[in-house]
């Protein structure tokens, strides 16, 4: 049981370019989410997904994109890059049902130059 | 504008001795509240939580108080050990929302030996 994986841990990337965030739970998690973390500002949520085929935005969605073709699968993509891109991505899961607590990955830690 | 706040950056105690890490709301419609802990280069993790139909929950060493009038809350650790020493982010959510969390900036406890 391996809760919660991102790929990849770390990226660099230059300006303009695009990449995919892969995010993995086997819990059978119906909810999912997307954070970023900044230096003093803790953890904001970029996307959430409440099942398979729907996503919604969070507080900070500009410049990403997400998908849930798959229950056990979230991805967060970012079309063009920018330096103000450049944090910490933490995805999480959570049953939706009976328990409010969410499960986080490992994170993975883009760089935008 | 920040609805959760955590005022301390970081806090020092000596092994033994106990830690109050606090966190204060804005948003009255927050009915449920999480602390959690992280190590550098790991995700965050679940430490413990309070309904807001409840003023104080325990868990072992950990307790977490809530002051709905005062909109406060505080993370008490009792006895502190050193490997409790990480970032503490306080984060709150409501009914309805799809469990989406705010979190705070988080607090950094460092436990002396």
């Known amino acids: 049981n391996a809760g919660v994986t991102q790929t990849p841990k770390f990226r660099v990337l230059k300006t303009g370019q695009s990449m995919t965030l892969l995010c993995a739970q086997d819990m059978n998690h119906e909810y999912m989410y997307w954070y970023r973390q900044d230096p003093g500002m803790g953890l904001r949520l970029i996307h959430y997904?409440?099942?398979?085929?729907?996503?919604a935005k969070g507080e900070v969605p500009d410049g990403y994109n997400v998908s849930r073709l798959k229950k056990q699968n979230f991805l967060l993509g970012l079309e063009s890059a920018a330096p103000s891109q450049t944090s910490v991505y933490f995805c999480?899961?959570?049953?939706?049902?009976?328990?409010?607590?969410?499960?986080f990955g490992p994170g993975t830690r883009l760089t935008v130059t | 504008d920040q609805q959760v706040k955590q005022n301390s950056p970081s806090l020092s105690v000596q092994e033994g001795r106990i830690s109050i890490l606090n966190c204060d709301y804005t948003n009255s419609m927050f009915d449920y509240f999480l602390w959690y802990k992280k190590y550098p280069a790991e995700g965050p993790t679940f430490l413990i939580s309070i309904s807001s139909i409840k003023d104080k929950n325990e868990d072992g060493r950990f307790t977490v108080f809530l002051n709905k009038s005062a909109k406060h809350l505080s993370l008490h650790i009792v006895p502190s050990q050193p490997g409790d020493s990480a970032v503490y982010f306080c984060?709150?959510?409501?009914?309805?929302?799809?469990?989406?969390?705010?979190f705070g900036s988080g607090t950094q406890l460092t436990v002396l030996p």
């Open positions: 997904s409440v099942g398979e085929g729907t996503t």
């Open positions: 984060a709150a959510t409501r009914s309805g929302s799809a469990r989406q969390l705010t």
């Open positions: 999480a899961s959570s049953d939706g049902h009976v328990s409010y607590e969410q499960y």
